[in-house]
């Protein structure tokens, strides 16, 4: 019952994101691409919308990589990241990394240290070791 759940939430919002104005959609086609193409696109909602600011500013130095994109491109990337960010605290890390968020940390309270080392796994940001595309959001 609550993937069933989780899983129509997630269809609710995909539509949400696809169909709201056309800024928006342009913004969440390019961050599919884009944000999609070394890692899952992360979601929206799992960071605020401060954090995703800082982010796209710096994404010469993102996480040790260039992830850089052309002045349009990124302001349309982040205009879609603001409209569905978290907020509040919970959606807030000062590494900008949504594995540090309260959030993340609370819901990934049962994992161990020795867990998230498995080859498996590597590192916190590898949501799809674990996860389907519906926790995703795909
Ligand atoms: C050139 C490859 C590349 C592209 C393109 C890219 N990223 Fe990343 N991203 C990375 C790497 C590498 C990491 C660090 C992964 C790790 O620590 O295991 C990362 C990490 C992240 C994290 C932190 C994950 C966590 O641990 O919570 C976020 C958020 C993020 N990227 C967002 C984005 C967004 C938004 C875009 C599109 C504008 C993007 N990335 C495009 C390479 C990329
Ligand atoms: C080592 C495996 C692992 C990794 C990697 C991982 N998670 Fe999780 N995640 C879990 C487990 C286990 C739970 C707890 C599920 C429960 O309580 O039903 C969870 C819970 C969640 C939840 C809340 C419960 C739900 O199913 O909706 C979300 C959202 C989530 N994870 C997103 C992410 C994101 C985003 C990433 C990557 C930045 C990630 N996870 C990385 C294992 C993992």
Partial sequence: MKRLLVLLLVLVMNQAYAENGK??????EKWKKECGSCHVAYPPHMLSGENWQQLMKHLDKH????????????SLILDFLKRYAGSGERYSSASLRISDTPWFVREHRVISENEWKLSQVKTRSNCSACHGKVVLGD
Wanted: proline share 6%.
């Fill in 23 to 28: 800024p928006a959609s342009a913004g969440y």
């Fill in 63 to 74: 996480f040790d990589s260039n992830a850089v994109l052309d002045t349009r491109d990124n």
